[in-house]
């Protein structure tokens, strides 16, 4: 769930290991394949066509679990997993628990104990499993022994997305469209956000189209008859001077604000800060979409102070924004850790542009559990009822 890679482990688990030359020969012939690095009968290691690297590695089904726990990392994680291992008498590897003297030294003809999962590897360390996101000798390992990790967010938690846009602006399904998707996947309630109206390139809205837009909000969601709940927003540009794209008594009739920085994004950190801080201060912006402004991989993130920023989010109320787009993950895992521990309100929403990006929610929900995120501190996790009495709490 980190935002970017450098390789890729596959493991294959089999019952009858004379299947895998086999296995290593369909791995080596895929089409994707422009280079093979390596071939055996156990492991094999291929380059494809996008430069990535490929590692697969076969094993018995019964050691799975010690190979998913190894590879999956981190490095960090796994030292700390080896040093309880070591303090219970085996030494731990992809392959087993393998028994060993007072040097630490294996017992080569002691019996090895082989796990199939990764609970089972957890429990003869004495810990619970640990979920995957948390494994960053983060200080997991002692929460595991102490019983207290996190329960961390799923996407079945998810009962909102209050980031989307339309063929209002530069989006390509109809508010309509955008709403029966977002019910299909389960959805309770959802904002329409289109653009504002300093962001030409991406066909922002007037406040005349906004006002007209809203028309056709309330329509719809008069029309699906309470099965999913349409609520009419703005992703409002916060403009290089720091003002906003709309002018108060506007944001006063839309039910959801969105304040974003999409421009001059390469300002000196006093400056960017203060444009945040200004946004952040207004109390009809309900949440800061995408803070860091970040693309992956080709935009670094904005030189705001992010304790100035998270300081004045914690005094106003407002919340931040985990944007689930892959090429966005902002706010990062690090953040949304340092968001909920001090009470900041977190959304994460897809900034669907079409249905089909909807689907790309998992991504948020990963980033957020890496920052071990709880469904209790995620806005999405609301009820209707609950999601409307917090935003009229804040001027809406």
Known sequence: ???????????????????????????????????????????????????????????????????LQYFTGSQAHNIKTREIALSKGYSL??????PV?????????????LCATETEVYEQLGLPWIPPELREDAGEIELAQQGKLPNLITLEDMQSD???????????SSIREMAEAAKARGRKYIVITDHSRSLGVANGLSIERLLQQQAEVRAVDVELNGSIRVFHGTEMDINADGSLD???????????????????LRQ?????????????????????????????????????????????????????????????????????????ELGIPLCINTDAHSIEQMDLMHYGIRTARRGWVEAASVINTWSVERFIAWTQSRGQ
């Open 246 to 264: 709309f002018p108060d008594e506007i944001l006063a009739q839309l039910d959801f604000v969105i304040a974003s920085l999409h421009g001059s």
């Open 101 to 113: 003297d007072k040097t630490g030294k294996i017992i080569e003809d002691a019996p090895k104990i």
């Open 93 to 98: 590897n992809e392959h087993a628990l393998s």
């Open 268 to 340: 000196e950190s006093d400056l960017v800060t203060k444009r945040l801080l200004n946004a952040i201060n207004n109390p009809h912006v309900d949440l800061i979409g995408h803070p860091r402004a970040q693309q992956i991989p080709s935009r670094e993130p904005v030189a705001a102070d992010m304790d100035a920023v998270f300081n004045a989010a914690k005094q106003t109320g407002i919340a931040l924004e985990i944007n689930a787009n892959p090429l966005r993950l902002d706010l990062e895992a690090q953040y949304a850790r340092r968001v909920v």
């Open 1 to 67: 769930a980190r935002p970017t890679i450098g390789d890729i482990d596959l493991l294959i688990a089999v019952t009858d290991m004379n299947e895998s030359p086999a296995i290593m020969t369909a791995f080596v012939s895929q089409p994707e394949v422009v280079r093979i690095l390596g071939q055996g009968d156990k492991k094999s290691s291929i380059e494809l066509d996008n430069g990535l690297q490929v590692d697969l590695r076969v094993l018995p089904q019964e050691a799975y679990g010690t190979a």
């Open 162 to 172: 209050l980031h989307m846009h339309t063929t209002w602006s530069d989006g390509r």
